[in-house]
């Protein structure tokens, strides 16, 4: 069975602060992890995946995780936050072609 | 990736009856899926709309309550019957396409409000 854990359900940062949200996941096989973010009123849209290879995944709108095995991590960051980047966001786990399986998500406030 | 549409987009339904939501995709998926998001919380897989056979359901989802129909590679409805307040929710519908079948796709959602 797969899980994911995230860590703080509400993450307040100031404008132009760094963006760290956190994930752990838990899975019996390779993972294959994915952030994706939800806008109020809307759908969910990828913002980045890890599936093999390079541990460090670039995605849109300036956010990057990193795939951490030892720590069964796949926390994401952003440099620098923007107003629009307040939305709720979730960490999802799969084996690659299996449904995905979500952590409760985390909502980021950003502050002006 | 896929665009995904979704019917209705918004409901508000009474107690004890039943409403069914579209999903449409501009493309032939290999997997459809339903997940259902309560009130201020996570997405939970409903189930994987299976074409031209029975859906599969997750644990805590049965048929009669949430009847799930895939005629095709491209469409895919599901049910919610004899409604109560509890089924408020957003459904989203979900998609893998083609060859990326490590990435799933989501529409817009539903939002059911159940008076």
């Known amino acids: 069975a797969q899980s994911v854990t995230q860590l703080g359900s509400h993450v307040s940062v100031s404008e132009g602060a760094l963006v760290l949200l956190r994930c752990n996941y838990s899975?019996?096989?390779?993972?294959?992890l994915f952030w994706y973010v939800q806008y109020p009123n809307q759908g969910l849209q990828l913002l980045l995946k890890?599936?093999?290879?390079?541990?460090l995944v670039k995605g849109i709108n300036g956010f990057e995780a990193e795939f951490k095995k030892s720590e069964t991590s796949f926390h994401l960051t952003k440099p620098s936050a923007h107003m629009s980047d307040a939305a709720e966001y979730f960490c999802?786990?799969?084996?690659?072609?299996?449904?995905?399986?979500f952590g409760k998500g985390t909502r980021l406030s950003v502050i002006a | 990736s896929a665009v995904i549409s979704q019917k209705p987009s918004r409901d508000i339904c009474q107690r004890g009856t039943s409403l069914t939501i579209q999903c449409q995709v501009d493309?032939?998926?290999?997997?459809m899926f339903w997940y259902r998001q309560q009130p201020g919380q996570s997405l939970t897989l409903i189930a994987t709309?299976?074409?031209?056979?029975?859906?599969?359901?997750e644990s805590g989802f049965v048929i009669d309550k949430f009847p799930i129909s895939r005629p095709n590679l491209t469409f895919s409805t599901l049910t919610v019957s004899n409604m109560s307040p509890e089924d408020s929710s957003i459904y989203l519908c979900?998609?893998?396409?083609?060859?990326?079948?490590?990435?799933?796709?989501f529409g817009p959602g539903t939002r059911l409000t159940v008076l």
């Open positions: 979900s998609v893998m396409v083609g060859s990326s079948t490590d990435t799933q796709y």
């Open positions: 899975s019996s096989v390779p993972p294959y």
């Open positions: 890890y599936t093999t290879g390079a541990t």
């Open positions: 999802a786990v799969s084996s690659g072609n299996t449904p995905l399986v």
């Open positions: 493309s032939q998926v290999t997997m």
């Open positions: 709309a299976n074409q031209g056979s029975e859906a599969t359901y």
